[in-house]
Structure formats: structure tokens, C-alpha cells
């Protein structure tokens, strides 16, 4: 049974690039959300989609947004890179049955803006 | 609100001893609260959670945690640490409250580091 993946596990962009990143949720889950890891930081929760449509939204500008597609695999977009966007990039999926949902994490995308 | 506060950066203990990794909390409703494991460079593993019943839960690994409402902690014990249990460990909450979203809010993690 294939837990998270994440593609691609590092990227380096220049700063005002648009990047993408891409998760697949564990076999059975049918949400995904989207955490920012910076160095020595615990996780900040950006959003998270459920039926294809955002669901609950952290405190992150409009640059960062999201899709999930029907098979409930999403990608994160992130226009108009800044340097402090550099960090590792975590998803996380559950199953919406049930209101005590355990989020489990894929390994996550490092994200380098020079 | 919700938050975490792990009150130490590092945690060291000699292999064989027991070890406890603190959390404390906030929340305005009811905590949900987990423990997760990250390994150099790799994603998070789950370790266990509480969400309603016995205050003492086991977890993988022979991890397991002690929910305290009055103190409002959540700390992490293994009775025989291994010098393979050093890692980064975060404690996260999210109110249980049926309004209240979804998302963990993380502790800044505490790095343990155990010694042969």
C-alpha cells in the first residue's frame, strides 16, 4: 500500500518564478493539505482541499494556491517566488469519514529560491 | 486559538533510560492531539494521537503519551530510549470543536538525541 508521494523531492527556482508541486494521497484518502516546513521550523498549515474545492485556508498570500483533481491527487502552485518561500513543502492526507481524521505526511518537496 | 509550546530544543538521554519529549496546549474546544517523528531530511511519521477516552495512549514504536486536561499537556514517553529514536519530534493540536477547521497548528519541534 503506497503511503504519500510528493514530486518532485527538490527543485531550485529564481526569484518571480511560478512553481508546481505535485502529491498523491495515500490509497483511500480523499483529502489533501499543504504544509510549509521552513529550516528549524515546525510545519504552517497553507490549505486544504477537499471535493476539489479549498476548504480551510492558513495565513498565506494569494501567490500560494492549489487544485485537487478528481482521482484527490493536488498540486500546490507558488507564483512570483521570494526568497522566504524556500523551505520544504509537506503534504498530508486523511479520510473524511469521520471527524478525528489522522493526516499523514508524504516526504516532501524542497523548495531553493536563489 | 489554537497552539503548541514544546519548552525544550533538545532533549538528550543516554540509550536504555527512559525518555519524555513536553507539550503543552490551547485550545478553545476540545484537543485532538498527535505526535509525529521527522527523520533527517524525510517527511513526517505518525506517532500517535489522542482524541477522547483513556488519558495514557500507545503509539508506534513503543511511544506512548499522557493526556493531562489540568495541565493541559501531552508529553511523550518510551520507557528504554534507543540511540535510533533521535530525531525531531513535533507535538500538534486542533480543536475538536465541529466549526473549528482543520488544520494541525505544530509545535517548533524538539530535536532528541540519544547516546550509546
Known amino acids: 500500500d503506497a503511503g504519500v508521494t510528493q514530486s518532485p523531492t527538490h527543485l531550485i527556482k529564481t526569484r518571480g518564478q511560478q512553481v508546481t508541486l505535485r502529491c498523491s494521497p495515500k490509497s483511500g484518502h480523499d483529502t489533501v493539505s499543504w504544509y510549509q516546513q521552513a529550516l528549524g521550523q515546525g510545519p504552517q498549515f497553507i490549505f486544504q482541499y477537499y471535493e476539489e474545492e479549498e476548504r480551510q485556508r492558513g495565513n498565506f498570500p494569494d501567490r500560494f494556491s492549489g487544485h485537487q483533481f478528481p482521482n484527490y491527487s493536488s498540486e500546490l502552485n507558488v507564483n512570483a517566488l521570494l526568497l522566504g518561500d524556500s523551505a520544504l513543502y509537506l503534504c498530508?492526507?486523511?479520510?473524511?469519514?469521520?471527524?478525528?481524521?489522522?493526516?499523514?505526511f508524504g516526504p516532501g518537496t524542497r523548495l531553493l529560491v536563489l | 486559538a489554537q497552539s503548541v509550546a514544546q519548552p525544550e530544543d533538545q532533549v538528550n538521554v543516554a540509550e536504555g533510560n527512559p525518555l519524555t519529549v513536553k507539550c503543552t496546549y490551547s485550545?478553545?474546544?476540545?484537543?485532538?492531539l498527535f505526535w509525529y517523528v521527522q527523520y533527517p531530511n524525510r517527511g513526517l511519521q505518525f506517532l500517535l494521537k489522542?482524541?477522547?477516552?483513556?488519558?495514557l495512549v500507545k503509539g508506534s514504536y513503543g511511544f506512548e503519551a499522557e493526556f493531562n486536561k489540568s495541565q493541559t499537556s501531552f508529553h511523550l514517553k518510551k520507557p528504554s530510549a534507543l540511540v535510533s529514536d533521535s530525531a525531531l519530534y513535533f507535538c500538534?493540536?486542533?480543536?475538536?470543536?465541529?466549526?473549528?477547521?482543520?488544520?494541525?497548528?505544530f509545535g517548533k519541534g524538539t530535536s532528541l538525541l540519544v547516546t550509546p
Open positions: 498530508a492526507s486523511s479520510f473524511s469519514g469521520g471527524a478525528r481524521m489522522t493526516q499523514y
Open positions: 489522542y482524541i477522547t477516552g483513556d488519558n
Open positions: 485550545v478553545s474546544g476540545n484537543p485532538y
Open positions: 500538534a493540536v486542533r480543536d475538536g470543536g465541529s466549526n473549528s477547521g482543520y488544520a494541525l497548528n
